[in-house]
C-alpha cells in the first residue's frame, strides 16, 4: 500500500530563507510523487511531479524535489521564500494504475515573514 | 481556458436534504474523480470515473453516489446528507492514456456545510 508522511502541519520562513518541506513516502511499486500547492479559496495546483525520469525534479516558481529512494524521500526546497509563497503544500503518491487515485499527506501550511 | 469547474463553490443545508454538486471539466480528459478534504487528513478519494458509465469507489465513498452519463460532467450526489459529510470537495480529472504519471487537474472545490 501507498502512504505519505509530511513532517511539519506548519513551517515558517523568513522572506528570502530557504524553504525546506519534508515528505516521506511508502509504495509497494516504484512510486509517483507529486507536489500540489492549495493557495487560500482556490483549488491544487501541480508544482512537480518524479516520474523516474530524473532524480532532480524543477517544478514552477523556482521550486525544486529530490527523490532519494534510499531515504524513501521527496523533500520540497526553494532557495529563496517569497512572500508570494505562503500556502498550504502537499505531497501525494500516485497509487495502483487502476484507480489511478492520489494518495495525500496530510499538508504543509507554509507561512512566509517580511 | 483549460479548466475544472464545480458548482456550487459553497454550500450550506440540512441533514437530509438531497443535493448534488456538479462538475465539468473541458479537457475532454477520460478520467474524473472526487475528493474530499478534511482538516490534517489531506485529500481522500471518495469515487472516481475511468471512462463514461464506467465509475468506482474510492477509499470513502458511504453516503455518495455518482454518474458519468456524459465524458465532460462527473456530478457528486448525496442522497441523505448528514453532519459527519462537512467537508471541503474537489472534483480533478486527468488523461486515462498512458501512466499514472498523468497530471490530475483539479477544481476550485465545494465547500459543503450539513447541518
Known amino acids: 500500500a501507498q502512504s505519505v508522511t509530511q513532517l511539519g502541519s506548519h513551517v515558517s520562513v523568513s522572506e528570502g530563507a530557504l524553504v525546506l518541506l519534508r515528505c516521506n513516502y511508502s509504495s509497494s511499486v516504484p512510486p509517483y510523487l507529486f507536489w500540489y500547492v492549495q493557495y487560500p479559496n482556490q483549488g491544487l495546483q501541480l508544482l512537480l511531479k518524479?516520474?523516474?525520469?530524473?532524480?532532480l525534479v524543477k517544478g514552477i516558481n523556482g521550486f525544486e524535489a529530490e527523490f532519494k529512494k534510499s531515504e524513501t524521500s521527496f523533500h520540497l526546497t526553494k532557495p529563496s521564500a517569497h512572500m508570494s509563497d505562503a500556502a498550504e503544500y502537499f505531497c501525494a503518491v500516485s497509487k495502483d494504475t487502476g484507480r489511478r487515485a492520489l494518495t495525500f499527506g496530510s499538508g504543509t501550511r507554509l507561512q512566509v515573514q517580511p | 481556458e483549460a479548466q475544472v469547474t464545480q458548482n456550487p463553490r459553497y454550500l450550506i443545508t440540512v441533514t437530509g436534504k438531497k443535493l448534488t454538486v456538479t462538475c465539468s471539466q473541458n479537457?475532454?480528459?477520460?478520467?474524473m474523480s472526487w475528493y474530499r478534504q478534511d482538516p490534517g487528513l489531506g485529500l481522500r478519494q471518495i469515487y472516481y470515473?475511468?471512462?463514461?458509465?464506467?465509475?468506482d469507489k474510492g477509499d470513502v465513498p458511504e453516503g455518495y453516489k455518482v454518474s458519468r452519463k456524459e465524458k465532460r460532467n462527473f456530478p457528486l450526489i448525496l442522497e441523505s446528507p448528514s453532519p459527519n459529510q462537512t467537508s471541503l470537495y474537489f472534483c480533478?480529472?486527468?488523461?486515462?492514456?498512458?501512466?499514472?504519471?498523468?497530471?490530475?487537474?483539479f477544481g476550485p472545490g465545494t465547500r459543503l456545510t450539513v447541518l
Open positions: 479537457m475532454n480528459h477520460e478520467y
Open positions: 480533478a480529472s486527468s488523461l486515462s492514456t498512458g501512466t499514472r504519471s498523468n497530471e490530475q487537474f
Open positions: 518524479y516520474t523516474s525520469a530524473a532524480t
Open positions: 470515473s475511468m471512462n463514461v458509465e464506467v465509475t
